[in-house]
């Protein structure tokens, strides 16, 4: 049987899902004859790619936005079958993370809190997150309301009016349990609270739908729910494989439950402790220079034994595993972005060799530096 090509292409630019591929090529171990390609962002490498006469089957993988009519028309126009990830256009197969299991997850953290209110805040005022809102307010019995960031206040294009609009809306909260449709709203507003000194939890908790690398950052420190991505690729190459023998029909759903809550400083307010914050924000500043917990020691007057039982207890790690994950963050920037050697890197980043620099990265990342550039960087 001559090798099928399957494209898994991300369009937004954005990495936050790349475990759907991992889960794609666990999928396709099971079937010989696939040979699977990767784009992201880049529509013409993707046309280029659905040119061949190998192609089998798409997956497109969404991060934020709805698929434009270019996309949708292209998409329905192919002959081959096509699963959609986090998105659905009529006719087309699809796989989606369960929005009511994310507010079940939600709600086993708002349990612990005093709730007046859920707040919804997206970018699209038809979120499929708003039903399962609605239905969670009212087995809660708090009101709910929806929060949408209006499109001139763009990140990128308009700083600061993203700012005032952030920060208008933190002024109004009372108690608001907010789930945010995308990790970058959810730190934007987690920013706009701190300047407006807004106390977590008392006034405000804030959770991600999405567990991307800077929800985790001690500046940031924002719960997050951690997606399924490696089932939702593993499902979806599987659905592939099925409407390619024809044992599935296209157009058919499927919901996959996330499991994981990382619980942060936006829900706990843990981090308001003076000496960790003191310390996670040292960490953050110079974690790429080489430092170790001896320098934040230095930032202390506590023993390292209490200090560092403080520091576990309020972020879940110990002081040198976010040091050498901060490092890890900043790595996997630099791998994607510049054509730096990995020793050069490794050097940049803090880790004193490259052998040291590679093993930790590969326990973080589950692959190597020089894999992780091969696989997800620029072509």
């Not at 659905?50 to 991060?63: E, Y």
């Not at 000194?197 to 985790?216: L, N």
């Not at 490696?230 to 979806?236: D, I, K, N, P």
Request: aromatic letters at 8%; charged letters at 25%.
């Amino acid at each position: 049987m001559p090798r099928q090509t399957i494209l898994v292409w991300f369009p937004d630019r954005f990495i936050d899902r790349l475990g759907v591929i991992d889960g794609v090529f666990d999928y396709a171990k099971t079937c010989r004859q696939w040979h699977v390609e990767t784009a992201i962002g880049d529509w013409a490498r993707l046309q280029f790619l659905a040119g061949s006469a190998t192609v089998a089957g798409l997956i497109s993988v969404r991060q934020i936005t709805p698929p434009s009519q270019r996309t949708s028309n292209w998409i329905t126009e192919q002959p081959f079958p096509t699963v959609l990830i986090e998105n659905h256009l009529p006719g087309v197969s699809s796989i989606a993370t369960d929005t009511h299991a994310i507010l079940e997850l939600a709600q086993s953290q708002w349990d612990q809190l005093v709730v007046n209110e859920i707040c919804l805040a997206t970018r699209y005022s038809d979120d499929p997150l708003w039903s399962a809102v609605e239905r969670t307010s009212s087995s809660m019995n708090v009101a709910c309301r929806k929060w949408v960031l209006p499109s001139t206040a763009n990140e990128l294009k308009n700083p600061r009016q993203l700012e005032e609009f952030c920060e208008t809306f933190v002024s109004s909260v009372n108690r608001t349990a907010v789930i945010a449709a995308d990790p970058r709203l959810a730190i934007d507003l987690r920013a706009a609270a701190s300047r407006c000194d807004v106390r977590f939890p008392e006034q405000m908790s804030i959770i991600s739908t999405r567990d991307a690398g800077e929800c985790s950052l001690p500046t940031h420190s924002v719960t997050s729910i951690e997606e399924p991505n490696r089932e939702l690729g593993f499902q979806a190459a599987r659905l592939i494989d099925r409407l390619l023998d024809r044992t599935a029909s296209p157009g058919q759903r499927i919901l996959i439950a996330p499991t994981k809550l990382h619980v942060r400083e936006s829900c706990c307010g843990e981090f308001n402790h003076p000496s960790i914050a003191l310390a996670t924000n040292f960490i953050q500043e110079n974690a790429t220079t080489g430092i170790s917990v001896e320098d934040v020691l230095k930032t202390q007057d506590l023993s390292r034994v209490t200090f560092e039982r403080r520091f576990r207890q309020a972020t879940g790690q110990s002081p040198a595993e976010m040091i050498r994950k901060t490092r890890v963050e900043k790595a996997k920037e630099l791998l994607l972005e510049t054509e730096d050697s990995i020793a050069r890197i490794a050097e940049l980043c803090g880790f004193s060799t490259t052998a040291k620099f590679s093993a930790f990265f590969s326990k973080i990342e589950g692959m190597s530096p020089l894999r992780y550039r091969r696989r997800f960087g620029r072509s």
